[in-house]
């Protein structure tokens, strides 16, 4: 009798462990892919969190304002409204006079199309036009929600459908989150630009939430994966097929892959299995020392040469 009652209560225990994990997953799953209304301060990277912190952070998940636009164009501009089946897009378009084409650049997570106005800068003293996009839920765009690629796939076609409208070429400029996006463009939704341009795209939804884990120095098992069935079902599919590197085997796009030596988000496996897997002509430049980060800050030069003879060679 007595031990009976010592398997109900260890069965009720663990039941209870269980369903308190699994809260505890989907409150990190809906704060990651959920901005909030404030402009109030963020939670701020893992590596910079104290052990207090961590734990807190464990527990209660991520906190992140909408992000927002922080500077505008210094070149002249025009600001335009584009309507994506996510909500109302705000985009910044500078022309040039007799363009060698377009470039579309999509900003990556908790970002803004504010954060690519130098990138946008060089591009424009090359000959192209360009066109910044804040995500949905992101910047001037319209709403609060983050699918860390998924949706913001449409997003992606959304904006570069609008430029293939009009004359000349179009490429595509993106970083992390809207690199992943842009695949998932390309190899689901039809996209076809002239050529892709990509800066550190995670290999998968999976990993990226285990690279998130190991950046607090804690088990990623069975947490990530928690994290990313909740975060899909939140969000109405399924994240564990968000997969940068299968979307890349149906890109047949021309591809220039770039990456930092030093990133503690995307790993080298990750990046070496997306190169693999590109299904068009493809070149790849990894910058020593560099983090997420752009890749200009300490390495301007050789951004601008690898991206101006990738442009060229096209």
Not at 62 to 78: C, E, I, S
Request: hydrophobic share 40%; charged share 15%; net charge positive.
């Amino acid at each position: 009798m007595q031990r009976r009652r010592l398997v109900r209560r260890g069965l009720l225990a663990a039941g209870l462990g269980l369903l308190l994990l699994n809260a505890v997953a989907f409150f990190h799953a809906w704060r990651f892919t959920h901005f909030t209304a404030d402009s109030g301060q963020s939670t701020g990277s893992p590596e910079q969190l104290t052990l207090a912190g961590k734990l807190w952070v464990l527990a209660t998940g991520v906190r992140t304002p909408k992000p927002r636009n922080h500077a505008r164009p210094a070149f002249p501009y025009a600001t335009v409204q584009l309507a994506g089946p996510n909500g109302q897009l705000e985009s910044w378009y500078g022309a040039v006079p007799r363009a060698r084409g377009t470039v579309a650049l999509f900003h990556g997570y908790t970002s803004s199309k504010s954060q690519l106005l130098h990138e946008a800068d060089y591009f424009r003293s090359l000959g192209y036009n360009v066109l910044l996009t804040d995500f949905a839920g992101s910047g001037n765009s319209q709403g609060f929600r983050c699918t860390v690629g998924y949706d913001e796939a449409a997003d992606v076609a959304t904006a570069v459908r609008w430029l293939q409208r009009r004359p000349g070429p179009v490429y595509i400029y993106a970083n992390s989150m809207g690199a992943v996006a842009t695949l998932r463009a390309e190899a689901e939704l039809g996209l076809r630009p002239t050529a892709n341009l990509l800066e550190c795209p995670y290999g998968s939804m999976l990993a990226t939430a285990q690279s998130r884990f190991r950046s607090m120095h804690v088990p990623a098992f069975p947490m990530a994966n928690l994290l990313v069935f909740w975060g899909g079902a939140a969000n109405g599919f399924n994240a564990f097929a968000l997969d940068a590197t299968a979307y890349a085997a149906r890109t047949p796009t021309p591809t220039l892959l770039l990456w930092g030596t030093a990133d503690p988000r995307v790993t080298p496996a990750e990046t070496a299995a997306i190169f693999t897997h590109l299904a068009g002509p493809k070149q790849r430049q990894d910058f020593p020392g560099s983090g997420h980060e752009p890749y200009w800050w300490k390495h301007e030069a050789l951004w601008q040469r690898t991206v101006a003879g990738f442009l060229n060679r096209l």
